[in-house]
């Protein structure tokens, strides 16, 4: 038995604007859509894994979820690292498979933020007015720093030690922002200049408004299964070749290093178990919630020099028939990000390697990595994927 | 504790910031702000110090001991914010949020104040002041430091 972990189902529910749907909705929609996608019968998903935390206390968590979709499992993970999480589960999920807890598992996602908060929520900052604050946060809440503010501050750093410019940041979104030029359901379709991105507004020094991710709806879901049992399923299986995560900090005010995140750390686990290099990956999704995102795991992983991000982005290699193009569905910056963007990085990874990707798909496409990042910079998750029996 | 911060406490002004709830480890930290001590710990195994406190030395794993701080530090890196809709910080923008290396080693978040954020320069040094939210409470901001 070729217990391989590979996906063969992938789904996403509507986006960027999907008033009609709410987070559960988003969770339903991208699980049938998944198993539209590969023929899976619901009844065979014996792992369920979303990023929900546990203790059934949510309306999305793993447990509710389980019951709502009545998979009876025998596996189930709620792993929760922020926008990462789905990159863990990868890993966590390859892992069962490979061990024989389980044999088809369904991961899901769902978030109706854009339709019932609006937008002023990543910039709104933590936390409001005279409220008490608890737990770690407490030491950092009287200060107001914003979401942006926490990724801005190692872009700051990112300048300071390397001369990184606020023009090399922009580089990485108007590369994106051209992919989601081709993806009619992005959120933003109209090209920009690096001039567009550096005289927007400015969120918080020295990111941009241009430098930051949209805010929108949407779900998305993936089934994985053993290489032996996609055989005989509706789409070409890809195999995970290597996955890992990492975790440096939670609070901003704890990054040890303001200018190297945990993709160091997971990054070469990750292509240890691949037998890769960066040299072998064909196209990438990053989490773009920032410019400086993107950079920070670029380097950290290996594809250029620490230091080097600003000039790799400013010499085109991310950007449609670049060495490396990045975030082919539009990425978070232009495109889709509900709060947690992970499983999209999955999903468009995927699309690549069966070659389903359309006026973008990257010809060749043989290996892929999809590149999380939970929090403030804080938990890492990266999976290699590729189209061959490893 | 052997040494003192003896830094400004400001007291009276109207606090309408989030406030940190005590609990059994920060209680020290914001009632030692409050009589103008900022407060890091020390780990008596192994020597590292850390912010914010805890329960355990993130080293080793031991009983850290409490530690005054001296108050001065520099820029280690900050951003200006210019949006953020929560009150009430809305009514301040632009105002600067920087990560704050102390003179004793570790890192810790505050406001720097007291200059123009657009004079605000990684590796400038800046001494702590405390700033009363109520009674037996205060929160460490920086400013510029005076020598």
């Known amino acids: 038995m070729d217990r391989t972990p590979v996906i063969v189902g992938i789904g ?43 203790g059934g206390m949510m309306i999305d968590d793993p447990v509710t979820m389980a019951e709502y979709l009545r998979i009876d499992h025998r596996y189930i993970d709620g792993t929760m690292t922020g926008g990462s999480s789905f990159e863990f589960h990868v890993q966590h999920g390859a892992a069962a498979i490979r061990e024989g807890l389980c044999d088809t598992i369904l991961v899901t996602y769902g978030s109706d933020q854009l339709s019932r908060m609006g937008r002023t929520l990543g910039t709104g900052g933590f936390a409001r007015g005279r409220q008490r604050i608890g737990g770690p946060i407490q030491y950092e809440a009287p200060y107001g720093n914003s979401l942006v503010g926490a990724y801005a501050m190692a872009a700051r750093r990112h300048m300071h030690e390397y ?14 922002r051209e992919y989601a030029t081709h993806n009619p359901n992005a959120m933003y ?15 918080a020094e020295p990111l941009h408004k241009l430098d930051c991710c949209a805010i929108t709806d949407g779900g998305g879901a993936f089934v994985m299964t053993t290489a032996e049992r ?34 160091a750390t997971c990054g070469p686990i990750a292509f240890e178990r691949a037998g890769l290099t960066p ?48 975030n082919t569905d539009g990425g978070g910056l232009s495109s889709c990000h509900p709060g947690m963007r992970g499983i999209f990085l999955i999903v468009e990874a995927v699309r690549q390697l069966r070659g389903q990707a359309g006026e973008v798909q990257v010809p060749d496409c043989n290996v892929a990595i999809a590149c999380g990042s939970g929090g403030w910079l804080s938990a890492i998750g990266a999976a290699i994927l590729g189209k061959e029996h490893p | 504790m052997t040494s003192s911060t003896n830094a400004e406490v400001v007291r009276g002004q109207e606090w309408e910031r989030p406030t940190p709830a005590k609990d059994g480890v920060s209680s020290h930290y914001w009632e030692a702000a409050a009589q103008g001590d900022l407060l890091i710990q020390r780990c008596p195994s192994c020597g590292n110090r850390q912010w914010y406190p805890r329960a355990v030395c993130t080293e080793c794993g031991a009983d850290p001991e409490w530690e005054a701080a001296s108050g001065r530090g520099t820029v280690h890196t900050y951003t200006v914010i210019h949006q953020n809709y ?62």
């Open chain 2, 86 to 147: 929560a009150k009430p910080f809305r009514d301040e923008l632009p105002y600067v949020v920087a990560i704050v290396e102390l003179e004793e080693g570790p890192m810790m978040m505050g406001n720097v104040t007291g200059v123009a954020p657009g004079d605000v320069r990684i590796g400038m040094p800046v001494e702590v002041y405390m700033v009363e939210a109520e009674e037996g409470l205060a929160v460490p901001f920086w400013r510029p430091a005076r020598s």
């Open chain 1, 12 to 54: 996403l529910s509507d986006y960027p604007r999907a008033p009609h749907l709410d987070g559960v909705q988003h969770h339903c929609l991208a699980m049938q859509r998944a198993l539209d996608d590969c023929g899976v019968p619901k009844s065979e998903i014996d792992g369920y894994i979303n990023a929900g935390g546990g």
């Open chain 1, 279 to 326: 040299d072998d990956v064909d196209m990438a999704m990053f989490y773009d919630s920032f410019t400086i995102t993107v950079l920070l795991l670029l380097e950290d992983l290996g594809f250029c020099k620490k230091g080097e991000g600003g000039s790799f982005a400013a010499e085109g290699n991310l950007k449609r028939g670049g060495r490396l193009p990045l």
């Open chain 1, 230 to 263: 996609a055989r005989d399923l509706r789409q070409p299986p890809v195999y995970v070749l290597g996955a890992a995560g990492a975790q440096t900090h939670w609070n901003i005010s704890q990054m040890p290093d303001y200018t190297t995140t945990a993709a």
């Open chain 1, 189 to 203: 379709r109209d090209p920009i200049t690096v001039d567009d991105v550096v005289s927007s507004r400015m969120i």
């Open chain 1, 163 to 176: 001369g990184t410019t606020s023009e090399q940041l922009a580089e990485i979104a108007v590369g994106v």
